[in-house]
Structures are given as structure tokens and as C-alpha cells.
């Protein structure tokens, strides 16, 4: 299923807004975005540009998984079988994302957001950056681009993450950037793999896909995506990136990043540009959610049993994690804790919670907390260590920070009172009503 497959099976289930009115991409698209989120949007008029917009179409992890065909309660099993059983993809001899192969490279004829009031300038938020290494093969992840010309893009590069480590070895990278894909692309793209592992087996092993080669650079690109750019990155040419609104809603700080240089853009008839609202629902999902299935991963490997791990919205999905176990032993707690850190080294707090608590619903975790938690017995306290660069309040060079986890289950042996919510009964309202 491409993009535009997913976007008409949910116009067909009438969960698809349309605008037909005319939208500038200057704040007005954006605005109308986040007063409908989490509704998938679709604007068949932007000003300025030929092509659609389609906007928060992965906004939960109940759109991914309608996506991926299976249950929200499935994601985690299904992406870590998929990562430990990648595939690669068949790579096809033509590919729709190449239906248009632009002469002239023009990226003000592209749709491209001007998202909120302080940002630096228009950015691509949703493109998946693709690269080739002589020695480690393809890698794919998230780079946002702030245009800067017609053919230029300064691009955010974070440090020690495989593009980085490329474009210090290379001093530059051909790269193709595509815009407009399905989410086993994007979960793809947004998860933490081994050097030398292609995201696109990844992808594949999430949802069968096929791949063509790049018109003008050596890389293969997902072929039912909409947009593609193709053209190289330089380490040494720089432009200043930013602001920008970042996974916390806060606004990020300016840099002198890299600069990308596009010299082909190939496109589907007809193409639909991908919008991603920056520290948005959609966005949160695509960064947390594939946080969830490493921590599942490293707590069970710690002898704890964990049922499910919600990196949550309300921590930003990336600076908070609520990890729901079966205690078996007292310091099954203590344990998870430790292990969650490992699964997710840029988490700032976690809380380990019982079985009988729903970790998707806040007012159960945070009774949980008020009801089950003693601080001098059961809070860890991990002083200043290495954190995230998407905390404001780290510190602003080396991102130290304190973490904390907060293990908010029930003793096995209950003293005293009860730790258990009484039920009450269970009626069926339309009889009364």
C-alpha cells in the first residue's frame, strides 16, 4: 500500500478532511493542520504550487497499525520481528516516484510549509534522507531541510548518527530525499538500527514494498513514494538551519549545518506532498514509537516481564517512557527501570507501572504514582549523565542531565490497606436512559 493507496482508503472510510479553498503554505496550511489534528487533512489548493497536501495521516499508533494492517497492541511484536527479520526489498525496473522527471530544479514550484511564526524559513519535515557508503551500504533517517534557494537546503545533521559518521568519512554525500510515504517507510526511517543495515529491509519486512534506483544518484528509493530529490550533501559548504519547532514544541536554535544541494527532483502525476507539523501528534509518533519495542526488548532481557511501553505524548514521546510489567519480584520495579535507560538512552523519566494500570490513559498513571509510590523507597535517581539534545532544560553543550524512574508498583504483599480499584458494576446505560 504507497501513500496515496492509504489516503484513499481513508477518504473512502470518510476519515479524510478535503479543503478545496485555496491555502497559503505560509503559516495558514499549518494552522489549519493542528486546529484539526489529529484528523488527516487533505488541501487540494495550496498557492503558488500545482500539487495537493496531505497532513496528519500517521497521527496515532492506530494509523500506523491500520497501515500495517494489524492492532495497536501488535506494533511493538510486529516492528521488533520485523527488525530481527529484515529483508530486502525487490528492486522494480520503473517506479511511480518517477512518473515526472523535473528538467528545471525548482523547489519554490513545491509545496513546501512555512510552519510556524519564528521559523527560520520553509521546511520539508516528512522527506527520508537516503545515502551510500562504500563500505557500510544504504542508510535512511529523518533530516529536516530548510529551503534556502531553489536548489538549495540547509540541512540539520545530528551528531554520531549514521549520516553524520558518512559525511565525515566522505566530506560529502550523494543523497536522494523522498517525500510522500507509507508508514512501514517511515517507522523505517525512524528507527535505531547497526551501522551497515538497510532501513529499507526494515520497511520491507514491515510491509512489502519494491524500490527503483535513483535517476541520478547511486541509491535505491522507495518507488510508490511521491516526491524524490535527488543531489549531494557537502560537509564543508554551511548555512545557518533554523529555528525551528522541534519534538518538545520549543523552539530549537540556529546552526551552521550542511548544505544540500539538489540538482534532479522526480515526482508521480498528480503528486500529493507529505506535510509532517513539527512537535506534533504525527511527529511524536514517528519518533517515540519506535523507542517502545528497544525498552520491551532490554527489560524483558533483564528478567522482568514487560506486557507494553508507551513512550507518551505528554513526555514529548521521547523524553518519557511508562513501561506496564508483571511483577513477580519486588525489585522487578528497580530493575525495569535501569533496563528502560538502556533500551532508550535519551529517556528522562521513566514510571513502572502494574498490570491492571492503563498506561495510554494519564489519569491511571498518575494514580498509580500518588497511590503506589514512596520516593525514599522506590525512586532512582541517575545524576547528570548524558541525555537529550531535544531538552531545553539539559545542558545546553553536553546535554547532561538528571533522569530519574519512578517505580509506581503495588507490593507483592499488601501491609495495611488495599492497593486494588474497586470495580463498580457494569450496566448497560441504554436501558435506563
Not at 518507488?223 to 514544541?249: N, Q
Not at 532544560?393 to 507490593?411: I, V
Not at 501491609?415 to 458494576?425: A, R, S, V
Given at each position: 500500500?504507497?501513500?496515496?493507496d492509504?489516503?484513499?482508503?481513508?477518504?473512502?472510510?470518510?476519515?479524510?478532511q478535503?479543503?478545496?479553498?485555496t491555502?497559503?503554505?505560509?503559516?495558514?496550511a499549518s494552522?489549519?493542520?493542528?486546529?484539526?489534528?489529529?484528523?488527516?487533512v487533505?488541501?487540494?489548493?495550496?498557492?503558488?504550487?500545482?500539487?495537493?497536501v496531505a497532513?496528519?495521516v500517521?497521527?496515532?499508533k492506530?494509523?500506523v497499525?491500520?497501515y500495517?494492517?494489524?492492532?495497536?497492541g501488535?506494533?511493538?511484536?510486529?516492528?521488533?520481528?520485523?527488525?530481527?527479520?529484515?529483508?530486502?526489498?525487490?528492486?522494480?525496473s520503473k517506479?511511480?516516484?518517477?512518473e515526472?522527471?523535473?528538467?528545471?530544479?525548482?523547489?519554490?514550484?513545491?509545496?513546501?510549509?512555512?510552519?510556524c511564526?519564528h521559523?527560520?524559513?520553509?521546511?520539508v519535515?516528512?522527506?527520508?534522507m537516503?545515502?551510500r557508503?562504500a563500505?557500510?551500504?544504504?542508510?535512511?533517517?529523518?533530516?529536516?531541510?530548510?529551503?534556502i534557494?531553489?536548489?538549495?537546503?540547509?540541512?540539520?545533521v545530528?551528531?554520531?548518527r549514521?549520516?553524520?559518521?558518512?559525511l565525515?568519512?566522505?566530506?560529502?554525500?550523494?543523497?536522494?530525499?523522498c517525500?510522500?510515504?507509507?508508514?512501514?517507510?517511515l517507522?523505517a526511517?525512524a528507527?535505531?538500527?547497526?551501522?551497515?543495515?538497510?532501513?529499507?529491509g526494515l520497511?520491507?519486512?514491515?510491509?512489502?514494498?519494491s524500490?527503483?534506483?535513483?535517476?541520478?544518484?547511486?541509491?535505491?528509493?522507495?518507488?510508490?513514494?511521491?516526491?524524490?530529490?535527488?543531489g549531494?550533501?557537502?560537509?564543508?559548504?554551511?548555512h545557518?538551519?533554523?529555528?525551528?519547532?522541534?519534538?518538545?514544541?520549543?523552539?530549537?536554535v540556529?546552526?551552521?549545518?550542511?548544505v544540500?544541494?539538489?540538482?534532479?527532483?522526480?515526482?508521480?502525476?498528480?503528486a500529493?506532498?507529505?506535510?509532517?507539523?513539527?512537535?506534533?501528534l504525527?511527529?511524536?509518533?514517528l519518533?517515540?514509537?519506535?523507542?517502545?519495542?528497544?525498552?520491551?526488548?532490554?527489560?524483558n532481557?533483564a528478567?522482568?516481564?514487560?506486557?507494553?511501553?508507551?513512550?507518551n505524548?505528554?513526555?514529548?514521546s521521547?523524553?518519557?517512557?511508562i513501561?506496564?510489567?508483571?511483577?513477580q519480584?519486588?525489585?522487578d520495579?528497580?530493575?525495569?527501570?535501569?533496563?528502560a535507560?538502556?533500551?532508550?538512552?535519551s529517556c528522562?523519566h521513566?514510571?513502572?507501572?502494574d498490570?491492571?494500570?492503563?498506561?495510554?490513559?494519564?489519569l491511571?498513571?498518575?494514580?498509580?504514582?500518588?497511590?503506589?509510590?514512596?520516593?525514599?523507597?522506590?525512586?532512582?535517581?541517575k545524576?547528570r549523565?548524558?541525555g537529550s539534545s531535544?531538552?531545553?532544560?539539559?545542558e545546553p553543550?553536553?546535554?547532561?542531565t538528571?533522569?530519574?524512574?519512578?517505580?509506581?508498583?503495588?507490593?507483592?504483599?499488601?501491609k495495611?490497606?488495599?492497593?486494588?480499584?474497586?470495580?463498580?458494576?457494569?450496566?448497560?446505560?441504554?436501558k435506563?436512559?
Amino acid at each position: 500500500m504507497s501513500f496515496r493507496d492509504y489516503l484513499k482508503k481513508i477518504e473512502g472510510g470518510n476519515k479524510l478532511q478535503k479543503v478545496s479553498k485555496t491555502v497559503s503554505k505560509r503559516l495558514e496550511a499549518s494552522g489549519v493542520l493542528k486546529a484539526l489534528e489529529p484528523k488527516p487533512v487533505l488541501f487540494e489548493k495550496i498557492e503558488g504550487s500545482a500539487f495537493k497536501v496531505a497532513g496528519n495521516v500517521f497521527p496515532t499508533k492506530d494509523s500506523v497499525a491500520e497501515y500495517l494492517e494489524c492492532t495497536a497492541g501488535e506494533l511493538i511484536p510486529r516492528i521488533s520481528s520485523a527488525i530481527k527479520n529484515m529483508k530486502p526489498p525487490e528492486e522494480a525496473s520503473k517506479g511511480a516516484c518517477q512518473e515526472v522527471v523535473e528538467e528545471t530544479v525548482d523547489s519554490d514550484k513545491l509545496p513546501i510549509l512555512f510552519h510556524c511564526e519564528h521559523d527560520g524559513g520553509n521546511y520539508v519535515s516528512s522527506g527520508v534522507m537516503i545515502a551510500r557508503d562504500a563500505d557500510y551500504g544504504q542508510n535512511m533517517d529523518f533530516h529536516r531541510l530548510m529551503q534556502i534557494g531553489k536548489n538549495k537546503f540547509s540541512v540539520r545533521v545530528v551528531k554520531e548518527r549514521h549520516f553524520d559518521k558518512f559525511l565525515k568519512k566522505n566530506g560529502q554525500m550523494d543523497v536522494a530525499v523522498c517525500v510522500g510515504n507509507g508508514a512501514n517507510v517511515l517507522v523505517a526511517a525512524a528507527t535505531s538500527i547497526e551501522l551497515g543495515q538497510d532501513e529499507l529491509g526494515l520497511a520491507n519486512a514491515l510491509k512489502q514494498m519494491s524500490v527503483v534506483k535513483a535517476k541520478s544518484v547511486d541509491v535505491n528509493v522507495p518507488a510508490e513514494c511521491e516526491f524524490v530529490l535527488e543531489g549531494t550533501v557537502a560537509l564543508e559548504e554551511k548555512h545557518a538551519e533554523g529555528p525551528f519547532v522541534d519534538l518538545t514544541e520549543t523552539l530549537d536554535v540556529v546552526r551552521q549545518e550542511p548544505v544540500f544541494t539538489v540538482k534532479k527532483i522526480t515526482h508521480r502525476k498528480d503528486a500529493v506532498w507529505q506535510a509532517l507539523l513539527p512537535g506534533a501528534l504525527e511527529h511524536k509518533v514517528l519518533m517515540g514509537m519506535p523507542r517502545e519495542p528497544t525498552i520491551f526488548k532490554k527489560v524483558n532481557e533483564a528478567g522482568v516481564k514487560c506486557l507494553d511501553v508507551n513512550v507518551n505524548p505528554g513526555g514529548c514521546s521521547w523524553l518519557h517512557a511508562i513501561v506496564k510489567i508483571k511483577k513477580q519480584k519486588e525489585d522487578d520495579g528497580k530493575k525495569a527501570i535501569y533496563a528502560a535507560f538502556e533500551g532508550h538512552k535519551s529517556c528522562k523519566h521513566i514510571f513502572i507501572v502494574d498490570e491492571d494500570i492503563g498506561i495510554y490513559n494519564p489519569l491511571d498513571v498518575e494514580w498509580a504514582m500518588a497511590t503506589r509510590f514512596q520516593a525514599d523507597e522506590k525512586l532512582v535517581v541517575k545524576p547528570r549523565e548524558k541525555g537529550s539534545s531535544l531538552d531545553p532544560s539539559a545542558e545546553p553543550e553536553t546535554h547532561a542531565t538528571t533522569k530519574c524512574g519512578f517505580d509506581c508498583t503495588k507490593p507483592l504483599v499488601a501491609k495495611g490497606k488495599n492497593f486494588e480499584k474497586e470495580q463498580f458494576p457494569k450496566i448497560d446505560v441504554k436501558k435506563y436512559l
